[in-house]
């Protein structure tokens, strides 16, 4: 394959000189992990504290990371890529909230996103998490096969009408919407709830997309299973691939409660494991429709190849590649630029309440040392090729 995630240009063409200059040293800065922990410490104190530090994280991470507060002010950014041929899935990335109301208001969120995404063409998919609509311990404890209460029933029956009034109206607008992968502790509840959405609405074009995330060894297996059902019952398969973002959560829970670990021995077994899955479903794409959420150049690459292998047209609305908003530009704009489907997830929320996933950008650019010295390495290519 041509090296096109080389071309800079392409990559940083929606960033204005001062801009790029924000990337660059904010990718800098956050590529100290000293400064990651103090500068998380000090943030959460002042905003917890009241003080007015909200203007100075918009200009900074919040802008580089997140589109907007509300799903209005995200369409300059959604229109600006969309002018790339850069969709957007809108993420409304509150979390950590556990009342009912807020799940309540989550889903009013989705659904109201669903109905944004049906008028403008540059947003084909929404997405959710599986604990914005309901308690992470209701997840768990249905996962771990125990009774639930009267009362938590009907708690889970609340989350599974959650669940199906969003696929439903998805459906009924053609929106493909993405279901998020979590912990392994609760994601058996959510798998079993996203098949039933997927036997229900999946019956023809896969609407309804779960996350398998490939760094646990056990996914390529489920989702043969999952396959075999699919064909005997006469329903098809969306799925979101990615490596997977709770590793180190996943294996100090493993050590302490003496279970094996989830997750793949190394990284050499996770990236063999996401490309098996890759070709797993790129070679049945009649039945499976794939989104690929990834930031890794090499997989990209490789699902170029094969999709080109196997004489996959490279729109072909059954293959989408994903990243976030604020990351791996290099790969969305140039994938997006010769021909290919691309949506960058885009973040939003109000400031104090989008921390803990700003926090978690800025630490995963820490820990992938290799992630984050690629975006200042491209940044610092395209300031020289600007002559900034
Ligand atoms: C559009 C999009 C949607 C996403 N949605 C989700 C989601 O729903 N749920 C979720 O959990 N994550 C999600 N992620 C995050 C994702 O799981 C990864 O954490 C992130 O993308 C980094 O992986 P990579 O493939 O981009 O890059 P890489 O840098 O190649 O991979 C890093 C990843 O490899 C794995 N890894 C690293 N070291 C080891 C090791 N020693 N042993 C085993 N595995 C290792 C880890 O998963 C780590 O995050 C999403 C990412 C994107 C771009």
């Known amino acids: 394959m041509p090296k096109i995630f080389e071309n800079t240009e392409v990559a940083f063409s929606l960033k204005s000189d001062s801009e790029l200059e924000r990337a660059y040293w904010l990718f800098k800065m956050i590529s100290c992990q000293p400064l990651v922990r103090i500068g998380t410490a000090a943030t959460n104190f002042a905003l917890n504290a009241n003080l007015p530090v909200e203007g100075l994280i918009r200009s900074t991470v919040f802008d580089h990371f997140c589109g907007g507060v509300n799903e209005q002010d995200c369409l300059p950014v959604i229109d600006s890529m969309y002018a790339k041929n850069v969709s957007s899935v809108l ?10 109301s807020f799940f309540d208001a989550a889903m009013e969120k989705t659904l109201k996103i669903i109905n944004f995404a049906d008028e403008k063409k540059s947003m084909p998919i929404a997405v959710f998490k599986p604990t914005g609509f309901g308690r992470f311990h209701l997840y768990q404890k249905k996962s771990e ?6 009362k938590e029933q009907e708690e ?3 989350v599974v009408a959650r669940y199906d009034s969003v696929c439903k109206l998805a459906k009924e607008k053609d929106v493909e919407i993405l279901i998020d992968g979590e912990e392994s502790w609760m ?3 959510a798998d079993e709830l996203c098949e039933a ?8 074009i896969p609407i309804v997309y779960n996350t398998l995330q490939l760094y646990r060894w056990d996914r390529l297996d489920y989702l043969k299973q999952l396959h075999e059902r699919a064909k005997k019952d006469g329903f098809t398969i969306g799925v979101k691939i990615v490596r997977g973002a709770y590793m180190e959560k996943e294996r100090e829970r493993a050590d302490e409660k003496g279970y094996e670990s989830p997750i793949c021995a190394n990284k050499a077994a996770t990236d063999l494991n996401f490309d098996e899955t890759l070709e797993y479903i790129l070679r049945n794409l009649q039945t499976i429709s794939l989104f690929i959420g990834t930031h890794n150049e090499q997989s990209s690459y490789l699902a170029m190849q094969m999709m080109a292998d196997l004489n996959i047209e490279k729109n072909d609305n059954r293959v989408w590649f994903g990243q976030l908003y604020g990351m791996s530009d290099h790969i969305s704009f140039n994938l997006a630029d010769h021909g290919y489907n691309v949506a960058k997830y885009v973040p939003f929320g109000p400031v104090k309440d989008v921390m803990p996933y700003l926090i978690r950008r800025a630490e995963e650019n820490t820990s992938v ?3 984050t010295s690629r975006e200042l390495m491209l940044l610092k290519a395209e300031r020289q090729r600007r002559k900034i």
Request: avoid cysteine; charged fraction near 35%.
């Open 91 to 100: 993420d409304f990335s509150v979390e950590g909230k556990e009342m009912e």
């Open 145 to 150: 096969g125990e009774a639930f209460t009267e």
């Open 156 to 158: 889970w029956n609340r």
């Open 187 to 189: 994601q058996d509840a």
């Open 197 to 204: 959405m997927m036997r229900k609405y999946n019956t023809g």
């Open 369 to 371: 040392a290799g992630q």
